[in-house]
């Protein structure tokens, strides 16, 4: 994918390997020192903590997040991370690399592989990610609890597919509570039959009377009569956030016998009228803060000074919280806190009937504050909330780059489908943000309409940058993504002429591009030159992946120049670089991978350079590099030959071949082909042996969908039965037929039992 630059400024303020980690979601709520202390629930939590998932799952108002809190606060005997989801984690890249943040709190060097690999372009969650974590976790010598607070927040599959398949093989290390206001869609019913489940509803988180009477009467010292107690037990069914209003509703009354006949009869929304009572005995000023900084999901002081538009709002905050108004700290040092959800509810909605026009300011307000700290995802939500489409298309169009690198590829499509379609068509900028995220996910016809779009839009200067040169470089790489070697050419030689020389990204995307269809299209020499070229634009940008990317091209061209020696060497010096950067998992080091195996099978180290053969053609998959997985391909079917495996070297020679056919210009794959057939002196034609085919061909993901495929279930069927989603399904099956060649269900299935993987 072509390489971009994020603005100076957002990087600068977000850090420079990625956007800010808001460390108090990483925060262990603090206990009140007027809580219950729930000892027989206790109890339950320390039983199921040698099991697998320990859920809670109640609505809200049950205590969920404070029994969890004081659990973790007496837990001995394994280490407790925590991470409070909300809705902005459902970008599967941004969750990950919170729990993986999360889990650093108490194993820092936990994980540094697999945030690696999540950022890097291609990496699967379930193929790459997590095994690399898991492995990881299963080298930890002491055990790890970690506690994800409101999974309800999170609708996407791609996380729950995930988090399924992490529980399933989850190491005695790490066990995983879940606090959640509705069972989540992870496999619980084959967790209980094994025994690796232990459960709290909302039936055992509700008082008990004797919990009742210690919280009203011993804790709070409201002096109730035990008729008193019993009538607000039965009216709230030990709802604990319900006994909770009603306390705060009787603070201070003379009788408050005749405050609860007010409330103790039939009324359906009781926890609306105690929330409504609590409010409106509050002072004017006090009620001003409340409704109007409820927008927020995190209260700090300088942030509710800022939206509230006041100077004490840290002293107010820390009276609150002394005063027990339904507020929660969410860290030891008390600067953050948190209403209650139900309370905070009514103060939105209470906001919203009497003054709602002051709404589009306060999230401004918000907005402009969370950009100054660097929290880009929340400062687009408020923006977004405002209605202010020009901070939101500002904010979207200089960091989309950065959460690009990131992997958050879903955090910019949410921006993108928040925005007017009539703004994004005036905006070429944002409209690259579409192609960038549509060619990632291989749906290359969206890519292209989006690239029409960028072309149509005004060529105006964005972010400080023009059109012409950024417009170009995508569209000569989607033009090999596309294997139209000729139209590769001929865009990357358009957007070289029209790519300022001061924009180092968009001239270097172009000359990577192009160095390679020059290569693959046999013009060795201008390929070397212009790569050579590259490189030193890759280095004057700080671009290591880049910089690595160009020595594994310039391998491959000093190989097939003769060169063996230089090929090795340049192979060796990116191999170098890779492990210095800790980029063993970016995609733009598979040629250097490819070519340091090609070194290694010259020297006869054949297990050596299959090892690395296989690893690079993965990378390359990763990333649908057509190119690079066929050269990859070719390679390997040398070594299989080599190793007297001619069947298995067939069959990847017909794997390239069906591959560049499909294309509408290969340039001089095929031809290499054939010369690879000429050499090993093979036909090429199909074998029905039975070697085994190498692991990366089919991942295990998309060996189990072709095994349901051979039967007559149908996708959404086998979605249920490996309990994925749909569309995970629909992906796997596409990689199926492109890796075998098929066309359909049925010639899949056929090619299959052909290699024997069936």
């Given amino acids: 994918m072509p390489v971009t630059v994020a603005d100076k400024d957002a990087v600068g303020r977000s850090g420079a390997s990625g956007p800010v980690i808001l460390e108090t979601k990483l925060a262990r709520p603090s206990v009140r020192a007027e809580h219950v202390a729930r000892r027989e629930l206790l109890e339950r939590l320390r039983e199921g903590a040698g099991r697998k998932l320990t859920l809670l799952t109640a609505p809200p108002g049950f205590g969920k997040t404070t029994l969890l809190a004081e659990w973790a606060a007496a837990e001995d005997e394994r280490a407790v991370a925590w991470l409070s989801l909300d809705e902005d984690d459902n970008d ?45 976790l299963a080298a930890l010598e002491t055990g790890v609890v970690l506690v994800l607070d409101d999974y309800h927040v999170l609708t996407n599959a791609e996380i729950h597919e995930a988090v399924a398949y992490l529980v399933e093989r989850l190491p005695e290390s790490l066990r995983l509570v879940l606090a959640t206001r509705e069972d989540p869609p992870l496999p619980l019913g084959r967790l209980r039959v094994r025994g690796e489940l232990c459960e709290l509803r909302a039936g055992a988180l509700r008082f008990s009377d004797e919990e009742a009477r210690s919280f009203l009467n011993d804790l709070l010292d409201l002096g109730l009569s035990a008729e008193d107690v019993e009538r607000l037990q039965a009216r709230t069914e030990g709802w604990p956030a319900a006994l909770y209003l009603a306390a705060l509703s009787l603070r201070g009354r003379d009788d408050p016998s005749m405050v609860i006949d007010a409330f103790a009869g ?13 409010l409106a005995r509050q002072p004017a000023e006090l009620r001003s803060f409340l409704l109007r ?113 990131q992997g958050q590829l879903a955090t910019v499509a949410r921006w993108l489908e928040a925005l007017p379609d009539t703004v994004i068509a005036e905006n070429w900028l944002l409209c690259l943000a579409g192609v960038t995220v549509a060619a990632h996910t291989d749906r290359l016809d969206e890519a292209e309409r989006w690239l029409e779009a960028a072309e149509r839009a005004p060529p105006l200067v964005r972010n400080g940058q023009q059109p012409y040169g950024p417009v170009a470089a995508t569209r000569a790489f989607l033009r090999l993504s596309r294997g139209d070697i000729a139209g590769t050419i001929a865009a990357a030689r358009h957007a070289l002429t029209v790519a300022p020389s001061t924009e180092l990204a968009w001239a270097l995307a172009p000359q990577l591009v192009l160095g390679a269809a020059l ?90 350079a299959q090892d690395e053969i296989e690893r690079g053609t993965e990378l390359a998959e990763r990333e649908r590099s057509w190119l690079v997985t066929a050269y990859g391909l070719l390679a390997l079917a040398e070594i299989r030959h080599r190793d007297h495996e001619p069947a298995a070297a067939r069959r990847l020679l017909g794997r390239v071949r069906s591959m560049l056919k499909a294309l509408p210009d290969p340039g001089t794959g095929l031809a290499r082909v054939a010369q690879t057939e000429q050499t090993l002196r093979l036909r090429a034609t199909r074998d029905g042996g039975s070697a085994s085919t190498p692991f990366w061909e089919l991942s295990e993901r998309e060996l189990a969908v072709l095994r349901l495929l051979a039967g007559r279930l149908s996708q959404r069927e086998i979605a249920a039965e490996l309990y994925v989603s749909f569309n995970t399904v629909k992906s796997h099956t596409r990689s199926i037929f492109r890796k075998l060649g098929a066309a359909s269900r049925a010639e899949a299935v056929d090619r299959a039992r052909e290699l024997g993987l069936l």
Wanted: hydrophobic content about 45%; charged content about 25%.
């Fill in 266 to 278: 039939d009324d359906r929304h009781l926890v609306d009228y105690l929330t409504a009572e609590v």
């Fill in 92 to 136: 599967h890249a941004r969750f990950f690399s919170y729990v993986i943040e999360a889990l650093r709190t108490v194993e820092p060097a936990i994980g540094g592989r697999a945030l690696a690999a999540h950022a890097a372009p291609g990496a699967e969650l379930i193929d790459v990610v997590l095994p690399l974590l898991l492995n990881d």
């Fill in 519 to 608: 290569w693959w299209s046999g013009e060795a020499t201008e390929a070397k030159a212009v790569l050579e070229r590259a490189a030193r634009t890759a280095q004057a940008a700080g671009l290591v992946p880049a910089t690595i990317e160009t020595l594994g091209f310039r391998a491959a061209i000093a190989l097939d120049q003769g060169d063996a020696a230089q090929s090795d060497a340049l192979a060796r010096e990116a191999i170098e670089l890779t492990r210095g950067a800790g980029l063993e998992e970016h995609p733009f080091t598979a040629m250097a991978r490819i070519a340091s195996g090609k070194a290694h099978a010259r020297r006869g180290e054949l297990t050596e």
């Fill in 293 to 405: 900084t409820s927008i927020l999901m995190r209260l700090c002081g300088p942030l509710c000074d800022a939206v509230a538009d006041g100077d004490n709002s840290e002293k107010i905050l820390e009276e609150l919280e002394r005063s027990n108004l339904l507020v929660m700290p969410l860290d030891t040092k008390r600067e953050w806190y948190r209403y209650h959800p139900l309370f905070a509810e009514l103060l939105q909605h209470e906001l919203a009937r009497t003054d709602a026009d002051i709404l589009p300011i306060l999230h401004r307000r918000a907005s402009a504050w969370y950009r100054q700290a660097g929290l880009i995802v929340e400062a687009a939500r408020h923006a977004t909330a405002a209605g202010d489409v020009d901070a939101a298309v500002e904010l979207v169009g200089c960091c989309w780059p950065l959460f690009l690198e």
